[in-house]
């Protein structure tokens, strides 16, 4: 625990925050270090030396530690050494009114780890409390460094684990710091004065609010580079002046916070001890060797004279300091058991007997550290470590932890775990196959720690059984003696001191086989309407698969749609309700199987569209309809055999037809109802969707009597309004129309109104006369029955209604209105004004005559047409045969009088207009045009005219598609188009530009390059394809199903050569060829007829020699077969050894042996043979003769005559002549090996150093 008091006239205040409100003595000690203003010799302040100083009470792990000036100074009991701010050595007491005034300065950026007290201003840090904190500048805070001399760096000594930590305490001038040790041996340091100071109250109270400034060390050790301890005051402070030493001060209030604001700060200087002590333990050094012992202890001093008063001190021993000591004392592990991959350990628990007394523990719980790795914790003193490597070297050692207190790491324990078997080797990969031989190469595996010193290789074949083919250091394999294309499986083990590996993964492997034989056809397992899908079995010695498929409709024959090793396949994208064709084939190592026998198999047909609206054919009835629809666009690929009709009438659909028919009649309906109607259609592929829903209404009646119109109003000399309802009835359709009819006073009765409203104003009418008024209702049927009469009087107004004009057609264009003036009511008439509307009216006549229609079937839309006094016009820019009616009104002054009746004209009809659209689809020679029917002008059209260049070509009939043919390919062609009717010819359209496409390329010519018995090579063009043209080579064979004479293709790509192969001797092939590029396929060219050439007799092994009794040498040798019915002949050669000459023929005959006669003796010769056909027409062709075969003649019996020594000498001259080229080189090369070894060793013998000298 460390602790460090102030002391002074008053209470005793302690740098832990603690105060104890009793009075001390202040003593004199023959050893003072006084702090004179600033340290060092001189009393200016001096700025910090960047390296921190080291004091004189032994800060560091040695007794004795330098001053300021480099001199070494023992420590003793009751001195201390006090560092200026420029880090001064030891000196007198100076008195207090030598103080001098200093400018304060900021101190280095950035703050340290653990700043002292002192506060930040934003741009550098101060000594120092900040002003909010304290307000009086006095002696109490010159303990943060406010007394105006500069902070004096006291080491303290701690007496536990913990490193000492050094705080700042600011001395005053005439102070000195004291060592004491009380009772408990604990060193304590006394600041004394000579002097009662007088002690302001510090705002830190318990009524202020505001908390003491807690004090945070530096690390242990030395300070961070660039850290610098604080001397001076903040600018804001002013100079201190130490007041008079005879003035008395109040006892400083207690803070009872001081204590827990203490253990806030303990906390993390806890943690930092326990880093610094875990890191000093792994480096293998203690942190109790770099503290001092504590000092011895000291009875208290006696009070003295001068003022000087008694210090009493307090044990402040921190339980948790001591927990954590004992939670230190603890013993390396034991590795009681260790294994390849598992080691048991084992500790001892900390003895923490009478620390309950001051510090309730807890369960401990252990930390175990491998290889400076947390593994896990533990709460047993016995743990388990699994997952070990073999062969490896561990370290491991644990921490104690009891709550929140954790002690230091124990010894740490090494182990090396034991080897074992290797590990499982990896798969073998195979090499090389053959149909008897494996070969198998295999990598290297983990030794965990012993050297394999064997692999095994073992195989298993069909029986189940596991056999070893190998066991060696090698790590590769050939094993032989295998079935041909047989499965095996094979697995590897590796072996070194301790035994046998576990197996690797088993590799599956087959040897070579046969040619698969030709597969059964594929068998259909399920149809749909786009797909088929396709099964097969698998036979022995069949790998892959391939499935070829022929659509009639393409013309591309069988093109390969699947290749793989499944045994069915799906194909997609199939046309509905349409037959295809199929074949199968198998391939292995070996080769491919022939196809399989053609199967075709059909697609199902699908669900058709649905069919058109239902639509009502003919009239309306009031109770029945006729209802009738289209077939479907699309049947789905069936024709649809089948139509279901539904109607509903409010209630729901119900059914009203079935059958095949497309039209119906439904009956007993309400009239003037609306129904919903909908079809649909089946066929083989099923039921359609329903069509979309129509709406049909049956014909309603007249509607019922109206009542007779009322007068609105009063009527006026010249108009009157009238007013009238709806009928009781209307007939079942909505009434769209009311009529009245006005009876003049003439008897005339003319309709006044035709309209949807209820009321209307009747105009024109001549002053006090009277009128009869009749109104009915008017529906889409007809109109109803007359209401009862209305009499009324009207006065004068404006002119009455003219009569229709007359019309007459000058032009298709044009029409001429002739009308009379009416009666004006007496004003004059001021203008007319002729409207005119498009109407289709059932009784108009193309005339020249104008016609009337009395009744409109419907409302016409009028537009102004003539505006004028004069009673006739012309209309102009109508539209060839349409109908059009007018209509006059005159006004005079009175008003504007009612229009005259419907006069309608039909103009005739006119030449057709331009054709609007044309598309063309352009080929080689020819080009399809089409094109929108245009406008006919009331008259149908009869044919077309298009013009092409300077030709003329007409349309046979009305359709709006032609091909034009005999085109130039490549070429622009300019097209108009021209309609034409009875009338005359329409306008010329838009020309229309279109280019032909290229022709299709001709075929190249068959050249013959060379020819063989079994091959064809051939080539076309002139060896440069520069257009990339695509080349079909095809050649006559016959089909096997029905012995008819077909072309197949055999080659299909850019190249302008082929060989042909496989074919047989002898033989007339008949070939042709086409071109084709993006134009189109070419024709094909002239068939060539080529043949291949007779086949050779094959070469004959080399002719067998045996010597016979009577001296003669029988050659013989394996006859060969003869093609065809040719016959085989055979010429044996022979050729005496050693001599400059060719082979000579010596026998040629039919028989497979010959004997050879006369020969040299002790000579060698060679003799070969070959066959020779004889064909049926006398040509002779040779084969390739065999390989020569060498024999020697026995020497000649030894003739003993008086004249045999005197040619001895001839003979042995002239036996070199006799040897072989073989003897000769063999004599050469040990003549030559003599030579050079004489050589060496004359040159060994002449170039040796001496060795005696």
Same mark, same amino acid.
């Given at each position: 625990?460390?602790?460090?008091?102030?002391?002074?006239?008053?209470?005793?205040?302690?740098?832990?925050?603690?105060?104890?409100?009793?009075? &001390?003595?202040?003593?004199?000690?023959?050893?003072?270090?006084?702090?004179?203003?600033?340290?060092?010799?001189?009393?200016?302040?001096?700025?910090?030396?960047?390296?921190?100083?080291?004091?004189?009470?032994?800060?560091?792990?040695?007794s004795s530690?330098?001053?300021?000036?480099?001199?070494?100074?023992?420590?003793?009991?009751?001195?201390?050494?006090?560092?200026?701010?420029?880090?001064?050595g030891?000196?007198?007491?100076?008195?207090?009114?030598?103080?001098?005034?200093?400018?304060?300065?900021?101190?280095?950026?950035?703050?340290?780890?653990?700043?002292?007290?002192?506060?930040?201003?934003?741009?550098?840090? !101060?000594?120092?409390?900040?002003?909010?904190?304290?307000?009086?500048?006095?002696?109490?805070?010159?303990?943060?460094?406010?007394?105006?001399?500069?902070?004096?760096?006291?080491?303290?000594?701690?007496?536990?684990?913990?490193?000492?930590?050094?705080?700042?305490?600011?001395?005053?001038?005439?102070?000195?710091?004291?060592?004491?040790?009380?009772?408990?041996?604990?060193?304590?340091?006394?600041?004394?004065?000579?002097?009662?100071?007088?002690?302001?109250?510090?705002?830190?109270?318990?009524?202020?609010?505001?908390?003491?400034?807690?004090?945070?060390?530096?690390?242990?050790?030395?300070?961070?580079?660039?850290?610098?301890?604080?001397?001076?005051?903040?600018?804001?402070?002013?100079? +201190?002046?130490?007041?008079?030493?005879? =003035?008395?001060?109040?006892?400083?209030?207690?803070?009872?916070?001081?204590?827990?604001?203490?253990?806030?700060?303990?906390?993390?200087?806890?943690?930092?001890?326990?880093?610094?002590?875990?890191?000093?333990?792994?480096?293998?050094?203690?942190?109790?060797?770099?503290?001092?012992?504590?000092?011895?202890?000291?009875?208290p001093?006696?009070?003295?004279?001068?003022?000087?008063?008694?210090?009493?001190?307090?044990?402040?021993?921190?339980?948790?300091?001591?927990?954590?000591?004992?939670?230190?004392?603890?013993?390396?592990?034991?590795?009681?058991? &260790?294994?390849?991959?598992?080691?048991?350990?084992?500790?001892?628990?900390?003895?923490?007997?009478g620390?309950?007394?001051e510090?309730?523990?807890?369960?401990?719980?252990?930390?175990?550290?491998?290889?400076?790795?947390?593994?896990?914790?533990?709460?047993?003193?016995?743990?388990?470590?699994?997952?070990?490597?073999?062969?490896?070297?561990?370290?491991?050692?644990?921490?104690?932890?009891?709550?929140?207190?954790?002690?230091?790491?124990?010894?740490?324990?090494?182990?090396?775990?034991?080897?074992?078997?290797?590990?499982?080797?990896?798969?073998?990969?195979?090499?090389?196959?053959?149909?008897?031989?494996l070969?198998?190469?295999?990598?290297?595996?983990?030794?965990?720690?012993?050297?394999?010193?064997?692999?095994?290789?073992?195989?298993?074949?069909?029986?189940?059984?596991w056999?070893?083919?190998?066991?060696?250091?090698?790590?590769?394999?050939?094993?032989?003696k295998?079935?041909?294309?047989?499965?095996?499986?094979?697995?590897?083990?590796?072996?070194?001191?301790?035994?046998?590996?576990?197996?690797?993964?088993?590799?599956?492997?087959?040897?070579?086989?046969?040619?698969?034989?030709?597969?059964?056809?594929?068998?259909?397992?399920?149809?749909? +309407?786009?797909?088929?899908?396709?099964? @097969?079995?698998?036979?022995?010695?069949?790998?892959?698969?391939?499935?070829?498929?022929?659509?009639?409709?393409?013309?591309?024959?069988?093109?390969?749609?699947?290749?793989?090793?499944?045994?069915?396949?799906?194909?997609?994208?199939l046309?509905?309700?349409?037959?295809?064709?199929?074949?199968?084939?198998?391939?292995?190592?070996?080769?491919?199987?022939?196809?399989?026998?053609?199967?075709?198999?059909?697609?199902?047909?699908?669900?058709?569209?649905p069919?058109?609206?239902?639509?009502?054919?003919?009239?309306?009835?009031?109770?029945?309809?006729?209802?009738? @629809?289209?077939?479907?666009? %699309?049947?789905?690929?069936?024709?649809v055999?089948?139509?279901?009709?539904?109607?509903? %009438?409010?209630?729901?659909?119900?059914?009203?037809?079935?059958?095949?028919?497309?039209?119906?009649?439904?009956?007993?309906?309400?009239p003037?109802?609306?129904?919903?109607?909908?079809?649909?259609?089946?066929?083989?592929?099923?039921?359609?969707? @329903?069509?979309?829903?129509?709406?049909?209404?049956?014909?309603?009646?007249?509607?019922?009597?109206c009542?007779?119109?009322?007068?609105?109003?009063?009527p006026?000399?010249?108009?009157?309004?009238?007013? @009238?309802?709806?009928?009781?009835?209307?007939g079942?359709?909505?009434?769209?129309?009311?009529?009245?009819?006005?009876?003049?006073?003439?008897?005339?009765?003319r309709?006044?109104?035709?309209?949807?409203?209820?009321?209307?104003?009747?105009?024109?009418?001549?002053?006090?006369?009277?009128?009869?008024?009749?109104?009915?209702?008017?529906?889409?049927?007809?109109?109803?029955?007359?209401?009862?009469?209305?009499?009324?009087?009207?006065?004068a107004?404006?002119?009455?209604?003219?009569?229709?004009?007359?019309?007459?057609?000058?032009?298709?264009?044009?029409?001429?209105?002739?009308?009379?003036?009416?009666?004006?009511?007496?004003?004059?008439?001021?203008?007319?004004?002729?409207?005119?509307?498009?109407?289709?009216?059932?009784?108009?006549?193309?005339?020249?005559?104008?016609?009337?229609?009395?009744?409109?079937?419907?409302?016409?839309?009028?537009?102004?047409?003539?505006?004028?006094?004069?009673?006739?016009?012309?209309?102009?820019?109508?539209?060839?045969?349409?109908?059009?009616?007018?209509?006059?009104?005159?006004?005079?002054?009175?008003?504007?009088g009612?229009?005259?009746?419907h006069?309608?004209?039909?103009?005739?009809?006119?030449?057709?207009?331009?054709?609007?659209?044309?598309s063309?689809?352009?080929?080689?020679?020819?080009?399809?045009?089409?094109?929108?029917?245009?406008?006919n002008?009331?008259?149908?059209?009869?044919?077309?005219?298009?013009?092409?260049?300077?030709?003329?070509?007409?349309?046979?009939?009305?359709?709006?598609?032609?091909?034009?043919?005999?085109?130039?390919? $490549?070429?622009?062609?300019?097209?108009?188009?021209?309609?034409?009717?009875?009338?005359?010819?329409?306008?010329?359209s838009?020309?229309?530009?279109?280019?032909?496409?290229?022709?299709?390329?001709?075929?190249?010519?068959l050249?013959?390059?060379?020819?063989?018995?079994?091959?064809l090579?051939?080539k076309?063009?002139?060896?440069?394809?520069?257009?990339?043209?695509?080349?079909?080579?095809?050649?006559?064979?016959?089909?096997?199903?029905?012995?008819?004479?077909?072309?197949?293709?055999?080659?299909?790509?850019?190249?302008?050569?082929?060989? &042909?192969?496989?074919? $047989?001797?002898?033989?007339? !092939?008949?070939?042709?060829?086409?071109?084709?590029?993006?134009?189109?396929?070419?024709?094909?060219?002239?068939?060539?007829?080529?043949?291949?050439?007779?086949?050779?007799p094959?070469?004959?092994?080399?002719?067998?020699?045996?010597?016979?009794?009577?001296?003669?040498?029988?050659?013989?040798?394996?006859?060969?077969?003869?093609?065809?019915?040719?016959?085989?002949?055979?010429?044996?050669?022979?050729? =005496?050894a050693?001599?400059?000459?060719?082979?000579?023929?010596?026998?040629?005959?039919? $028989?497979?042996?010959?004997?050879?006669?006369?020969?040299?003796?002790?000579?060698?010769?060679?003799?070969?043979?070959?066959?020779?056909r +004889?064909?049926?027409?006398?040509?002779?062709?040779?084969?390739?003769?065999?390989?020569?075969?060498?024999?020697?003649?026995?020497?000649?019996?030894?003739?003993?005559?008086?004249?045999?020594?005197?040619?001895?000498? =001839? $003979?042995?001259?002239l036996?070199?002549?006799?040897?072989?080229?073989?003897?000769?080189?063999?004599?050469?090369? +040990?003549?030559?090996?003599?030579?050079?070894?004489?050589?060496?060793?004359?040159?060994?013998?002449?170039?040796?150093?001496?060795?005696?000298?």
């Open positions: 625990m460390l602790t460090t008091m102030v002391a002074g006239p008053g209470p005793t205040y302690y740098l832990d925050g603690s105060s104890h409100a009793h009075t &001390v003595d202040v003593m004199h000690q023959q050893q003072q270090l006084v702090s004179g203003g600033g340290g060092g010799v001189s009393a200016q302040p001096q700025q910090p030396s960047p390296q921190p100083q080291q004091t004189t009470n032994g800060a560091s792990s040695n530690s330098p001053t300021a000036n480099g001199t070494p100074t023992n420590s003793t009991p009751n001195s201390i050494g006090v560092d200026g701010g420029g880090g001064g030891q000196q007198p007491p100076q008195p207090h009114h030598h103080h001098q005034q200093y400018t304060p300065q900021p101190m280095a950026q950035g703050p340290p780890p653990y700043c002292p007290p002192e506060y930040f201003t934003g741009d550098a840090y !101060y000594p120092g409390p900040p002003p909010e904190y304290c307000h009086h500048p006095s002696h109490i805070c010159a303990v943060h460094g406010v007394a105006g001399t500069g902070p004096a760096s006291v080491r303290m000594v701690s007496t536990n684990s913990s490193p000492p930590i050094p705080l700042p305490v600011q001395v005053p001038p005439g102070h000195v710091v004291q060592q004491i040790v009380d009772e408990t041996g604990t060193l304590r340091h006394v600041i004394l004065s000579p002097q009662p100071v007088p002690m302001p109250m510090c705002p830190y109270g318990p009524n202020t609010g505001q908390a003491p400034p807690q004090f945070f060390g530096p690390p242990p050790g030395p300070p961070p580079q660039g850290y610098v301890q604080p001397y001076q005051p903040p600018p804001q402070y002013p100079p +201190v002046v130490s007041p008079p030493l005879a =003035q008395a001060s109040p006892p400083p209030i207690y803070n009872p916070k001081s204590d827990r604001h203490m253990r806030q700060y303990d906390k993390p200087r806890t943690k930092y001890y326990q880093r610094q002590l875990h890191h000093n333990n792994k480096s293998g050094t203690s942190s109790l060797l770099n503290t001092p012992p504590p000092s011895p202890k000291k009875e001093l006696a009070r003295k004279n001068g003022g000087e008063e008694e210090i009493h001190t307090e044990d402040g021993e921190d339980p948790r300091s001591s927990l954590q000591h004992l939670l230190s004392q603890v013993k390396s592990p034991k590795v009681i058991d &260790v294994t390849p991959h598992e080691a048991v350990i084992q500790w001892s628990a900390p003895d923490l007997s620390q309950h007394d510090m309730p523990v807890s369960e401990l719980l252990y930390d175990v550290f491998l290889n400076n790795s947390l593994y896990m914790s533990s709460p047993a003193t016995q743990l388990t470590i699994t997952g070990l490597k073999p062969a490896t070297e561990y370290r491991v050692y644990f921490q104690c932890l009891c709550g929140n207190v954790r002690g230091d790491s124990s010894g740490a324990t090494a182990f090396h775990t034991h080897s074992t078997v290797p590990d499982a080797p990896q798969l073998p990969r195979m090499l090389h196959k053959s149909k008897t031989t070969q198998f190469r295999w990598g290297s595996v983990k030794e965990n720690g012993s050297r394999v010193t064997a692999f095994i290789l073992e195989l298993c074949g069909n029986n189940g059984e056999t070893e083919v190998f066991r060696g250091r090698g790590k590769q394999h050939t094993i032989a295998l079935q041909p294309h047989t499965c095996y499986r094979v697995r590897l083990a590796a072996v070194n001191e301790h035994g046998k590996s576990e197996y690797s993964p088993e590799t599956i492997a087959y040897t070579s086989g046969v040619v698969p034989s030709q597969p059964a056809p594929p068998a259909l397992e399920l149809a749909t +309407v786009t797909s088929l899908s396709l099964g @097969w079995t698998r036979k022995p010695m069949e790998e892959t698969f391939t499935l070829q498929m022929e659509d009639s409709l393409n013309g591309y024959g069988f093109r390969p749609v699947y290749n793989g090793r499944d045994t069915r396949f799906t194909c997609q994208g046309r509905r309700n349409a037959d295809y064709k199929f074949r199968l084939c198998a391939h292995n190592d070996e080769g491919t199987s022939p196809y399989s026998d053609i199967t075709c198999y059909p697609t199902l047909p699908d669900r058709p569209k069919p058109s609206a239902p639509t009502m054919k003919g009239r309306a009835k009031s109770t029945k309809l006729m209802l009738t @629809w289209y077939p479907p666009s %699309d049947h789905g690929g069936s024709p055999n089948g139509y279901k009709v539904e109607l509903n %009438d409010g209630s729901g659909f119900k059914c009203v037809y079935s059958g095949e028919a497309t039209e119906t009649e439904c009956t007993e309906l309400i003037g109802r609306n129904y919903q109607v909908r079809a649909l259609c089946k066929s083989l592929g099923g039921l359609s969707e @329903w069509s979309d829903t129509s709406i049909v209404t049956t014909e309603a009646v007249c509607p019922g009597v009542q007779a119109p009322r007068l609105l109003g009063k006026k000399a010249s108009l009157l309004q009238l007013k @009238w309802v709806h009928p009781e009835y209307d079942g359709a909505p009434v769209t129309e009311f009529h009245i009819d006005m009876m003049a006073p003439d008897n005339e009765r309709q006044v109104y035709c309209g949807r409203d209820l009321e209307c104003t009747v105009a024109s009418l001549l002053p006090g006369r009277p009128y009869i008024f009749l109104v009915r209702g008017v529906n889409r049927i007809g109109p109803g029955p007359w209401s009862e009469p209305l009499e009324v009087v009207s006065g107004g404006p002119p009455d209604a003219p009569h229709a004009p007359h019309l007459a057609c000058r032009s298709p264009y044009s029409v001429h209105l002739v009308w009379e003036e009416p009666i004006n009511n007496g004003a004059g008439i001021d203008q007319y004004n002729v409207q005119i509307a498009e109407v289709s009216c059932p009784h108009a006549e193309s005339s020249e005559s104008s016609s009337t229609c009395g009744d409109m079937e419907s409302d016409l839309t009028f537009n102004s047409a003539y505006t004028g006094s004069s009673t006739t016009t012309e209309v102009r820019n109508l539209a060839p045969a349409t109908t059009y009616a007018f209509r006059v009104c005159c006004s005079n002054s009175a008003g504007v009612p229009w005259s009746s006069a309608t004209v039909t103009t005739p009809a006119a030449p057709p207009a331009p054709v609007a659209y044309i063309s689809s352009p080929a080689a020679t020819a080009v399809t045009l089409l094109w929108g029917e245009p406008a002008h009331g008259d149908p059209i009869t044919h077309y005219v298009i013009e092409v260049g300077d030709k003329t070509v007409m349309t046979p009939g009305l359709e709006t598609e032609y091909t034009l043919t005999d085109l130039q390919p $490549e070429t622009l062609y300019r097209i108009r188009i021209q309609a034409m009717n009875s009338v005359g010819p329409g306008g010329f838009g020309i229309h530009k279109v280019t032909t496409k290229p022709l299709p390329p001709a075929p190249p010519s050249e013959l390059v060379k020819a063989s018995y079994n091959s090579k051939l076309w063009g002139d060896g440069r394809n520069l257009d990339m043209l695509t080349y079909s080579l095809q050649m006559e064979f016959t089909n096997s199903h029905n012995g008819t004479r077909e072309f197949y293709q055999v080659y299909n790509g850019t190249n302008q050569n082929y060989k &042909v192969v496989r074919l $047989e001797e002898n033989t007339e !092939y008949r070939l042709r060829i086409c071109a084709s590029n993006e134009a189109g396929v070419g024709p094909y060219s002239a068939v060539a007829h080529l043949s291949t050439t007779k086949a050779p094959l070469p004959l092994k080399a002719p067998r020699v045996m010597e016979s009794p009577d001296g003669s040498h029988i050659v013989e040798w394996c006859s060969v077969r003869c093609p065809g019915e040719d016959s085989i002949v055979y010429r044996l050669q022979m050729l =005496q050693g001599k400059d000459q060719d082979y000579s023929s010596v026998f040629t005959g039919s $028989e497979t042996s010959y004997s050879l006669r006369g020969l040299e003796p002790h000579s060698g010769y060679y003799v070969r043979v070959c066959g020779v +004889v064909c049926r027409d006398g040509e002779t062709m040779a084969g390739a003769y065999s390989s020569p075969t060498l024999f020697n003649t026995p020497k000649p019996a030894p003739v003993t005559t008086p004249k045999a020594a005197a040619n001895t000498s =001839q $003979e042995v001259g036996q070199w002549h006799n040897l072989s080229d073989q003897q000769k080189a063999a004599a050469i090369l +040990v003549v030559f090996s003599l030579f050079c070894a004489v050589a060496a060793i004359g040159l060994h013998h002449f170039l040796a150093p001496d060795t005696g000298r």
